[in-house]
T-cell receptor, first 114, second 114 residues
Framework: DSGVTQTPKHLITATGQRVTLRCSPR?????VYWYQQSLDQGLQFLIQ???????AKGNILERFSAQQFPDLHSELNLSSLELGDSALYFC?????????????FGEGSWLTVV | DAKTTQPPSMDCAEGRAANLPCNHS???????VYWYRQIHSQGPQYIIH???NNETNEMASLIITEDRKSSTLILPHATLRDTAVYYC???????????????FGKGTKLSVKP
């Protein structure tokens, strides 16, 4: 158990809908990362937050957004969903963004868009 | 793009040492070498990381060549539960920004056989 908690574990929704994925980082971790893993793309970095502020953006679509709240939990919002958005979404956390600090991953949220 | 090259797959007999190679010929002096593994769509699991010196923990050993252009992850006594995709990642030492994130390549699929 990495200490990173993600909910829901599984989600099935229809095209065009909007969903919110939630992440609670490890106790004491200030930095949160979101990754997407689909069958044909591998693990793709989406976005990073540190202490409530956006720090870095990766391959995140404009239909997706995220935020980190004062209690440090984070939410990833996915809207106007398409079939191709079906994937595993991982949240990860670290104490700080410094690369000497290990990043720990949650078990992921399975999203299926039908 | 990932800065590492790994063989796509390897086999190892149960109980034997698994030696997973990784080339990172363009690594710079401020970059760490990190290893993660992913077991069948679970969240990526941190294994070990190093900068210059060899490292060992309860899971594995990391051997980094003197010129730092390659490294080897050693699982001393592989078990069936070590079957997974292993990712070698170079990660910038700089504080913050996207350079501190983990950029995953395709990894090595290790199959431990009875």
């Amino acid at each position: 158990d990495s200490g990173v908690t993600q909910t829901p574990k599984h989600l099935i929704t229809a095209t065009g809908q909007r969903v919110t994925l939630r992440c609670s980082p490890r106790s004491g971790d200030l930095s949160v990362y979101w990754y997407q893993q689909s069958l044909d793309q591998g693990l793709q970095f989406l976005i990073q937050y540190y202490n409530g502020e956006e720090r870095a953006k990766g391959n995140i679509l404009e239909r997706f957004s995220a935020q980190q709240f004062p209690d440090l939990h984070s939410e990833l919002n996915l809207s106007s969903l398409e079939l191709g958005d079906s994937a595993l979404y991982f949240c990860a956390s670290s104490v700080e963004p410094h690369s000497g600090n290990t990043i720990y991953f949650g078990e992921g949220s399975w999203l299926t868009v039908v | 793009d990932a800065k590492t090259t790994q063989p796509p797959s390897m086999d190892c007999a149960e109980g034997r040492a698994a030696n997973l190679p990784c080339n990172h010929s363009t690594i710079s002096g401020n970059e760490y070498v990190y290893w993660y593994r992913q077991i069948h769509s679970q969240g990526p699991q941190y294994i070990i990381h190093g900068l210059k010196n060899n490292e060992t923990n309860e899971m594995a050993s990391l051997i980094i060549t003197e010129d730092r252009k390659s490294s080897t992850l050693i699982l001393p006594h592989a078990t069936l539960r070590d079957t997974a995709v292993y990712y070698c990642i170079v990660r910038a030492r700089n504080y913050g920004g996207s350079q501190g994130n983990l950029i995953f390549g395709k990894g090595t699929k290790l199959s431990v056989k009875p």
